[in-house]
């Protein structure tokens, strides 16, 4: 019995691929869960293929107008579990509880099936798509902005250690967007909630990110032919044609900087691009670009500024998305953005950063805070990963973050605790006509947070890319072709600034 109680704390320290069963309790026994300090209702409490899946609300209310509020929550508890807790982040507005399965960044298998406890909430509200009228009520504006996922955090953990008569041994959050968000407010806020966080295009900023659509817009719309009602049509202002010289060029110009011609930009920050190079000179009209477009080109890409010439928010790396059906940033506004305002062909950037400097924009913002000390010192590992082609939120913005994390943390080297991967091609979390966007993100902060073996280089393929293989590596690295080996192969590339 001893023997058989060190192997399975040496399967849980050192993070060992095999999972262990455990007997707490019944899963018909957690429908009467409770917890003195927090007013949780369960609502069912079922097993499945050997899943316990519990499901419950905390905090029941009536909110503002009369309308109903609690932080929905699901819990899933496999009968093979390997010790450990992942907390699934949302997406969008949130509304609803997703299926708690811990699948993205997961590799090929989601995390519950390799053994994790996971779960999940709807933050507070329920509502579909962008309804965010939810922001009326103030603690429903509080528990999606930050203290919902803290609120289930405590619940599913007490869950956890009554299912199995034991505490998880480390816990995990993934996300991305507004789960990205949702995971740097919990280093941020929570520092000893979590022991590796993985935060990948983080919706940060979101008031000063729909600032740079609205500006990206405008740009466009300011060139865009116009329909029959005279409304421009934005993603007709770059032609079909218009972009695929545009990409060209751009791969013309940078594909090569990281020693291999393949059609993947893995040095985006080296790319000197000038939209200038493309423009129509004298008599030539054919492959070029007007002087308009030239210019509305450069104005999206270099985000917007003040009158002052002061960067209100990042711009974009010219990568291979702008390529895309989409377009360029703010071609997927079109006409008008998730919150509801038209775009017209000009944009005051002053105006419109003074209205973004809300209060909810403020008591939500995850860029701002970086000292991350207590997260740090208790060992917490923090990985970040951003497509380059994300046209919503700049891959700039989580760049910049970064470098602030290393700039306001200078006890310790920001590698020895913090990495960020950028993913060429990949657009919002995932996605792109070329692109190495699939990657095990949770393996990587599992194995440094409980063997201290950082994620030098995260080996990454893509439906797009068939046979195909990458190495992402950490920021300000990237992947550069050995120049031998072939060169569809990760191990033919290593990590160099």
Same mark, same amino acid.
């Given at each position: 019995?001893?023997?058989?109680?060190?192997?399975?704390?040496?399967?849980?320290?050192?993070?060992?691929?095999?999972?262990?069963?455990?007997?707490?309790?019944?899963?018909?026994?957690?429908?009467?869960?409770?917890?003195?300090?927090?007013?949780?209702?369960?609502?069912?409490?079922?097993?499945?293929?050997?899943?316990?899946?519990?499901?419950?609300?905390?905090?029941?209310?009536?909110?503002?107008?009369?309308?109903?509020?609690?932080?929905?929550?699901?819990?899933?508890?496999?009968?093979?579990?390997?010790?450990?807790?992942?907390?699934?982040?949302?997406?969008?507005?949130?509304?609803?509880?997703?299926?708690?399965?811990?699948?993205?960044?997961?590799?090929?298998?989601?995390?519950?099936?390799?053994?994790?406890?996971?779960?999940?909430?709807?933050?507070?509200?329920?509502? $579909?798509? =962008?309804?965010?009228?939810?922001? #009326?009520?103030?603690? /429903?504006? %509080? +528990?999606?902005?930050?203290?919902?996922? !803290? &609120?289930?955090?405590?619940?599913?953990?007490?869950?956890?250690?009554?299912?199995?008569?034991?505490?998880?041994?480390?816990?995990?959050?993934?996300?991305?967007?507004?789960?990205?968000?949702?995971?740097?407010?919990?280093?941020?806020?929570?520092?000893?909630?979590?022991?590796?966080?993985?935060?990948?295009?983080?919706?940060?900023? $979101?008031? =000063?990110?729909?600032?740079?659509? #609205?500006?990206?817009? /405008?740009? %466009? +719309?300011?060139?865009?032919?116009?329909? !029959? &009602?005279?409304?421009p049509q934005t993603r007709a202002a770059l032609g079909d044609a218009d972009r695929k010289l545009l990409v060209?060029?751009?791969?013309?110009?940078?594909?090569?900087?990281?020693?291999?011609?393949?059609?993947?930009?893995?040095?985006?920050?080296?790319?000197?691009?000038?939209?200038?190079?493309?423009?129509?000179?004298?008599?030539?009209?054919?492959?070029?670009?007007?002087?308009?477009?030239?210019? /509305?080109?450069?104005?999206?890409?270099?985000?917007?500024?003040?009158?002052?010439?002061?960067?209100?928010?990042?711009?974009?790396?010219?990568?291979?998305?702008?390529?895309?059906?989409?377009?360029?940033?703010?071609?997927?506004?079109?006409?008008?953005?998730?919150?509801?305002?038209?775009?017209?062909?000009?944009?005051?950037?002053?105006?419109?950063?003074?209205?973004?400097?809300?209060?909810?924009?403020?008591?939500?913002?995850?860029?701002?805070?970086?000292?991350?000390?207590?997260?740090?010192?208790?060992?917490?590992?923090?990985?970040?990963?951003?497509?380059?082609?994300?046209?919503?939120?700049?891959?700039?913005?989580?760049?910049?973050?970064?470098?602030?994390?290393?700039?306001?943390?200078?006890?310790?080297?920001?590698?020895?605790?913090?990495?960020?991967?950028?993913?060429?091609?990949?657009?919002?979390?995932?996605?792109?006509?070329?692109?190495?966007?699939?990657?095990?993100?949770?393996?990587?902060?599992?194995?440094?947070?409980?063997?201290?073996?950082?994620?030098?280089?995260?080996?990454?393929?893509?439906?797009?890319?068939?046979?195909?293989?990458?190495?992402?590596?950490?920021?300000?690295?990237?992947?550069?072709?050995?120049?031998?080996?072939?060169?569809?192969?990760a191990a033919s590339y290593h990590c160099r600034e």
């Open positions: 019995m001893q023997k058989t109680q060190s192997l399975v704390l040496a399967l849980l320290l050192y993070g060992a691929p095999a999972v262990v069963a455990f007997a707490g309790q019944p899963c018909a026994a957690l429908a009467k869960f409770t917890l003195p300090e927090h007013r949780v209702v369960v609502s069912q409490a079922q097993e499945k293929d050997g899943t316990c899946r519990v499901d419950g609300v905390i905090d029941e209310r009536t909110g503002r107008d009369g309308k109903p509020y609690g932080i929905g929550f699901a819990v899933a508890l496999p009968a093979h579990w390997n010790g450990r807790f992942l907390f699934q982040g949302g997406g969008g507005l949130n509304g609803s509880v997703q299926p708690p399965l811990g699948g993205a960044y997961a590799g090929e298998r989601s995390a519950l099936t390799r053994g994790f406890a996971v779960a999940s909430t709807d933050s507070g509200h329920q509502s $579909t798509g =962008f309804d965010g009228t939810f922001f #009326r009520d103030q603690q /429903a504006s %509080l +528990n999606f902005l930050y203290q919902a996922v !803290a &609120e289930v955090t405590v619940v599913a953990k007490a869950i956890i250690a009554r299912h199995y008569g034991k505490p998880q041994q480390h816990a995990y959050f993934v996300g991305c967007s507004t789960g990205g968000r949702e995971a740097m407010m919990m280093s941020q806020r929570f520092p000893n909630y979590f022991d590796g966080i993985v935060a990948v295009a983080p919706a940060a900023r $979101t008031s =000063f990110s729909n600032l740079g659509l #609205r500006h990206a817009t /405008a740009a %466009l +719309n300011a060139i865009a032919p116009r329909d !029959a &009602e005279g409304k060209d060029r751009v791969l013309e110009a940078c594909d090569s900087l990281d020693g291999n011609k393949d059609g993947l930009i893995f040095a985006p920050q080296n790319c000197q691009f000038d939209p200038g190079t493309l423009a129509c000179r004298g008599d030539n009209k054919e492959e070029c670009l007007s002087t308009a477009q030239v210019s /509305a080109i450069r104005t999206v890409m270099q985000g917007p500024r003040t009158n002052a010439g002061r960067q209100v928010y990042p711009g974009y790396f010219y990568d291979t998305g702008i390529a895309n059906t989409q377009g360029l940033p703010g071609v997927l506004a079109g006409p008008v953005i998730p919150e509801g305002r038209p775009v017209g062909t000009t944009f005051d950037v002053d105006a419109a950063a003074a209205d973004a400097m809300d209060a909810r924009a403020m008591v939500g913002d995850s860029s701002s805070w970086t000292n991350l000390s207590t997260f740090r010192g208790h060992g917490g590992k923090l990985i970040f990963a951003h497509g380059v082609s994300d046209p919503w939120f700049s891959a700039q913005e989580t760049v910049r973050y970064y470098e602030l994390l290393g700039r306001d943390n200078p006890e310790s080297p920001l590698a020895e605790w913090s990495r960020l991967f950028l993913v060429p091609g990949m657009g919002h979390c995932g996605g792109g006509a070329r692109t190495p966007d699939q990657f095990d993100l949770l393996s990587a902060v599992v194995d440094w947070v409980e063997t201290g073996r950082a994620p030098d280089r995260v080996i990454a393929t893509g439906k797009s890319i068939p046979g195909e293989s990458r190495p992402l590596c950490p920021y300000p690295q990237h992947a550069h072709y050995a120049g031998s080996g072939d060169p569809r192969e």
